[in-house]
């Protein structure tokens, strides 16, 4: 196994920031198995950029955030479609790779596995959320029972084929994240501006406590977004943007504590371990990846889902954590090294047994 061929979400450019999560996920994996020696080539949407990656962009309509559908939702297909002129192209070139790996959340690519004859790995980036999905996910698990990958084992559980899932974990590239032993009285949310997210509670937990709050993150829902600062005039929150990993760790890494308030269940939430890595203390939800990730008391809190008094209150507990140790954590659970051994170990056994 030498030559990879990861295929992207369709439902924005990498390094838009649409992508989300699953975008950290992608860079960090190319930089971490080219490292290893494999030869990867990602297929992604028009304007995708990736440094030290290659990619080959693909014209076409990009595809609704599932997030944003119903269960009962059909799957929906735009006209000249991003994500079927990404697996045309696949097909064409599929016989020189040796491994596909599909990061689209979406039904196109698992319909058309058993129409390929290079394996695909599936990595899945989110909980289930559509029927139809789980219906065509499930029936592609049964038939290939190794290639499914998910973050966590929390995450597998939404789905019907759980018990075939490889639980992957992430990673991060550490010398992206400087330690800080000292913050400054103030809190920080990243992610997504998107309901799913429930910035709102986060918003009116520093309304509550008036620490001031820095937001990071791209603003998928503008509506969302001005609902917000309308309902919180006097929050003391602080927009900063959509930043670089340079410029966010570096304002991150001042901060007391990051509030997570995932109103769905994460898959992993890899901004927790980005703000571990610089000794930034988790407050979360106790639901999804972040309640595999945080460990209550020692590396943050995990609060009653969708309780504000529950964050007001592990916000004034914050003092009594070791900020050391959530460093620490992230350098034995969530290295590049680590994450990447499991990955390539996933890859080799769907290889073999494919
Ligand atoms: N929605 N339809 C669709 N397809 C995806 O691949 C997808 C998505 N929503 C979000 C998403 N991927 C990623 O941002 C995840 O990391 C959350």
Redesign the pocket.
């Known amino acids: 196994m030498h030559k990879l061929l990861f295929m992207s979400?369709?439902?924005g450019a990498l390094s838009s920031g649409i992508?989300?999560?699953?975008e950290l996920t992608l860079y960090n994996l190319i930089q971490e198995m080219q490292k290893r020696g494999y030869d990867i080539t990602t297929i992604a949407p028009k304007n995708s950029y990736f440094a030290n990656a290659k990619i080959i962009e693909i014209e076409g309509s990009v595809?609704?955030?599932?997030?944003t559908q119903t269960r009962d939702i059909p799957t929906v297909m735009p006209k000249n479609s991003v994500l079927g002129n990404m697996w045309e192209y696949a097909r064409k070139v599929q016989s020189e790779y040796d491994l596909i790996v599909n990061f689209?959340?979406?039904w196109l690519p698992f319909y058309l596995t058993p129409f390929f004859s290079t394996p695909i790995a599936q990595f899945i980036?989110?909980g289930s959320l559509s029927d139809s999905l789980d219906e065509m996910m499930d029936k592609i698990a049964q038939q290939y029972p190794h290639n499914f990958g998910v973050y966590t084992k929390s995450q597998a559980n939404t789905f019907p084929f759980s018990q075939l899932c490889e639980i992957l974990g992430s990673g991060l590239d550490l010398s992206l994240y400087q330690y800080s032993e000292k913050c400054e009285q103030k809190l920080a949310w990243l992610g997504r501006i998107a309901p799913e997210k429930a910035l709102e509670d986060a918003v009116k937990a520093c309304d509550i406590t008036q620490v001031p709050l820095l937001i990071f993150g791209k603003i998928q829902d503008e509506q969302y977004w001005q609902n917000i600062l309308t309902q919180y005039p006097d929050a003391p929150i602080d927009y900063r943007g959509f930043l670089s990993t340079q410029d966010l760790q570096e304002e991150l890494r001042q901060c007391q504590g990051l509030l997570m308030t995932p109103r769905w269940i994460e898959a992993f939430g890899n901004v927790a371990i980005e703000a571990l890595a610089c000794g930034v203390p988790v407050i979360a939800y106790a639901r999804g990846g972040p309640s595999e990730i945080v460990e209550d008391g020692k590396t943050g809190f995990l609060v009653t889902p969708d309780s504000v008094d529950g964050l007001v209150k592990a916000i004034n507990q914050l003092s009594t954590i070791n900020r050391y140790d959530c460093r620490l954590v992230v350098e034995k659970e969530y290295s590049l090294e680590v994450w990447g051994d499991r990955f390539e170990a996933w890859f080799k056994k769907i290889v073999k047994t494919n």
């Open positions: 979400t369709p439902v992508g989300g999560g699953v595809h609704i955030p599932a997030q689209a959340f979406d980036s989110m």
